[in-house]
C-alpha cells in the first residue's frame, strides 16, 4: 500500500504542477462566475440558471480535465521512459495503475473542491447570505466526482495499450455515448426486432451508463436526490470500476515497455 | 555463488504496420556472472545490450527462456527489492527536485521512512550532487542526470547493480567519479553488471565481459582469455638520435616513424629489439620507452565488429 500510495503522491504532485490544470479550473471558475450575469437576466430564477451553469461546467470541464490529463500522465511516463526506473524496482504493474488512478482521483477530487467552493460562493453572492444551499447540490457533485472516476478508469484502459490522441478520442467517445446509454435501450425495445434488442441491451450494460449520475436539471429546481439513485450509483462505479482498473491491469501487465 | 544465471534467453519484437514480422533482438544468450564479480557487457549498437537489461528488469517479456538472480526468478517481484538499475540515457520526473526524487525512489523499496533523509543526503555527497538537492531536475545537464540515476539505482543498497551506458552524457571528471563509484562498489563486494561503449573503462574495470553482436553471444571470459595480449612484436621510443642511427634502425625494425622529436621503431620479435638497443647505446642516443606489442582491446574490437558488408543489428526472422 506504501507503494501505491508513493505513486499516488507523485502522481498528485506532477498534475498539481501543470499549467494546463490551473487554466482548466480558471476557465471552470469563470465559466460559474458568469452565471451571475446569466441570472441576472433570468428574473425570479438566478439560483436556477447558476446551479445549473455551475454544476454543467463543473462536469464538462472535469471530464475534460479527466480525459487529458489522464491520458497524458499515462504516456508521458511512457514515452519519456520515466517508467523504466519505477517499474524496475519491487513494483507489480497492478499497484502502477492503482496509484495512478488514486493520484488522478485525488487530482480530480481537489478541483470539484476548488469548483465547488467557487460555486457555492456564488449562490451565497446571489441570495446575499440569506438563502440556504440544498445538501443536493453536494450529492450533485460528488455524483459528478464518480463520473470523473469512471471516465479517468475509461483513460486508462486506453493508454494502457493505445496512442494517446486515440486514447483521447475513444475516451471522450464513450463518455458522449455514457450520456445517453439509456436511449440505446430505448431504441431497442422500440425496434421490435430480437435481435436488434439483444445488441442494445449488450450495450446498455457494456458501455459506462453516465444518465443516473446526471442529476443537475432535478438539483436546480430544488428537487431532493433519492438515496437509492445515490446507492445504486455508488455500488454501480465501483463494479465498473473494478472492471476497467483489471483490464489496465492485465493489459498494461502484458505491455513490453519499448 | 552465483548473482545471475540466464539461459537462452530470447527475446523477439513485432515491427512492421499491417504485416508484422518478428525480428530477433537476443537469441538464445547464456551467461553466468559470479556474485562480487564486475561484469562488462559490451557490443556495438542493436547487438541486443539494453535488450538483456530491460528483460532482466521485467520491463519487456521474453519469448522464451529464462533467468535468476540471486537464486530466484527474475519475474519474481521480491528479488528486485536487492537490485539497482540505471536506465540508458535515463529521463526522470522533471517536475521533482533531486531530493524529491530520491524520496520516491526510496519509498518504492519501502524503505524505513526515518533513514531515507539521511540516505539522500549521502547518495548526494557520493554521486558528486549535494549542491543540486533542491534543483528541479528539468535544469540538470546529461551529466548530472546520469549521476542522479546512479544515486536512485543505489539507494536500496542492492546485491546486484544494472547500469546501462553508465558513462555515456559524462565528460572525462564525471566518467572518472562513475569509475571509482563503480570500484567501490566493487570492493564493498557488490556484483555490478554494465553495459558500455567505452572500452578503456572496461578494461579498467572488469572481472570478465561478455560479447553481444546481432543479438548472439560472441565470447564470455576474462578480458586476456578473449584478447591475444601478445602479438610478439615490441615498440622502442628513441630520444637524441641522429640520421645514421634512423637508417640503422630502420634495416632492423618492421616499421619507423616520428613520434613528435622521438623515433618510434616496431621491432619483430626480442631479438630485433636487442639489437635496436645495442645500436642505440653505441650511438650514444637515449631510449626512452619500450611497449610490449599488446593489441589493445579496442583493436580487438574493431577487428570483430567490422566484418565486410557486416551489420551489429538485430535480424528480421
Redesign the interface.
Known amino acids: 500500500m ?2 501505491i500510495l ?2 499516488a503522491q ?1 502522481t498528485f ?2 498534475a498539481i ?1 501543470d499549467k494546463i490544470l490551473y487554466s482548466l479550473i480558471l476557465f471552470a471558475l469563470l465559466m460559474i462566475g458568469s452565471s451571475i450575469l446569466l441570472g441576472m437576466i433570468s428574473i425570479n430564477i438566478e439560483t436556477k440558471v447558476t446551479i445549473d451553469v455551475g454544476l454543467s461546467a463543473m462536469s464538462v470541464i472535469g471530464a475534460v480535465m479527466a480525459v487529458f490529463i489522464g491520458i497524458n500522465l499515462v504516456h508521458k511516463e511512457i514515452d ?13 504493474r497492478t499497484q502502477f495503475i492503482l496509484g495512478k488512478f488514486l493520484g488522478l482521483g485525488f487530482t480530480l477530487l481537489v478541483n470539484l473542491v476548488i469548483m465547488a467552493v467557487g460555486l457555492v460562493g456564488v449562490l451565497m453572492f446571489i441570495s446575499r447570505g440569506t438563502g440556504g444551499i440544498h445538501s443536493s447540490l453536494f450529492i450533485a457533485v460528488f455524483l459528478i466526482f464518480l463520473q470523473l472516476l469512471l471516465i479517468t478508469g475509461i483513460a486508462l484502459v486506453f493508454s494502457s495499450f493505445s496512442t494517446p490522441a486515440l486514447s483521447a478520442m475513444f475516451t471522450l467517445a464513450l463518455y458522449f455515448i455514457g450520456q445517453f446509454n439509456a436511449d440505446i435501450r430505448h431504441f431497442g425495445t422500440a425496434a421490435n426486432s430480437l435481435a436488434i434488442q439483444s445488441v442494445t441491451t449488450s450495450l446498455y450494460y457494456l458501455l459506462p451508463n453516465f444518465g443516473n449520475f446526471n442529476v443537475i436539471a432535478g438539483v436546480s429546481h430544488g428537487r431532493p436526490i433519492a438515496w437509492t439513485l445515490l446507492g445504486y450509483d455508488l455500488i454501480y462505479s465501483i463494479a465498473y470500476l473494478f472492471i476497467l482498473l483489471s483490464a489496465s491491469a492485465v493489459i498494461f501487465g ?1 505491455r ?3 | 555463488m552465483i548473482a545471475i544465471q540466464i539461459e537462452n534467453l530470447t527475446k523477439d ?1 513485432p515491427v512492421g504496420f499491417w504485416r508484422k514480422r518478428q525480428v530477433r533482438a537476443l537469441d538464445g544468450l547464456n551467461l553466468t556472472v559470479e556474485a562480487g564479480e564486475t561484469f562488462g557487457f559490451l557490443g556495438p549498437n542493436g547487438a541486443g545490450k539494453t535488450t538483456t537489461l ?1 528483460l532482466l ?5 521474453p519469448t522464451s527462456g529464462h533467468a535468476e538472480i540471486l537464486g530466484r526468478s527474475f519475474t519474481d ?5 536487492q ?1 539497482g ?3 540508458e ?5 522533471d ?2 527536485t533531486a531530493e ?1 526524487f530520491l524520496n ?2 526510496a ?4 524503505l524505513p521512512a526515518q533513514s531515507i533523509p539521511s540516505k539522500v543526503t549521502a547518495l548526494l555527497d557520493v554521486v558528486g550532487l549535494p549542491a543540486a538537492r533542491r534543483l528541479q531536475l528539468r535544469k540538470f545537464s546529461k551529466g548530472m542526470l546520469q549521476r542522479i ?1 546512479i544515486a ?2 543505489l539507494i536500496n543498497d542492492p546485491e546486484v547493480v544494472f547500469l546501462d551506458e553508465p558513462m555515456s552524457g559524462l565528460d572525462p571528471i564525471g566518467r572518472r567519479e562513475i569509475r571509482e563509484l563503480i570500484l567501490e562498489l566493487r570492493r564493498q563486494g557488490k556484483t555490478v553488471f554494465f553495459s558500455s561503449h567505452i572500452l578503456p573503462d572496461v578494461e579498467a574495470l572488469c572481472d570478465r565481459v561478455a560479447i553481444l553482436y546481432a543479438g548472439k553471444l560472441l565470447g564470455c571470459g576474462r578480458l586476456d582469455e578473449l584478447v591475444p595480449q601478445e602479438t610478439g612484436s615490441m615498440e622502442l621510443m628513441v630520444g637524441h638520435f641522429n640520421e645514421t642511427l634512423r637508417n640503422e634502425l630502420q634495416a632492423i625494425g618492421k616499421e619507423i616513424s616520428m613520434a613528435g622529436n622521438l623515433l618510434r621503431v616496431t621491432l619483430a620479435d626480442q631479438g630485433a629489439l636487442f639489437r635496436a638497443v645495442e645500436a642505440v647505446h653505441r650511438r650514444g642516443a637515449h631510449v626512452i620507452r619500450i611497449l610490449p606489442g599488446k593489441e589493445s582491446f579496442e583493436d580487438y574490437f574493431v577487428k570483430l565488429f567490422a566484418p565486410p558488408g557486416g551489420s551489429a543489428r538485430a535480424k528480421p526472422l
Open positions: 506504501t507503494k508513493a505513486i507523485n504532485k506532477e504542477r519519456k521512459k520515466t517508467l523504466y526506473s519505477i517499474l524496475s524496482k519491487p513494483i507489480h502484458r513490453d515497455l519499448k | 519484437y530491460k528488469m521485467r520491463l519487456i517479456h517481484v521480491s528479488v528486485h527489492q537490485l538499475y540505471l536506465p540515457n535515463p529521463f526522470f520526473y517536475y521533482l524529491e520516491y525512489s519509498r518504492l523499496f519501502d540515476g536512485q539505482a
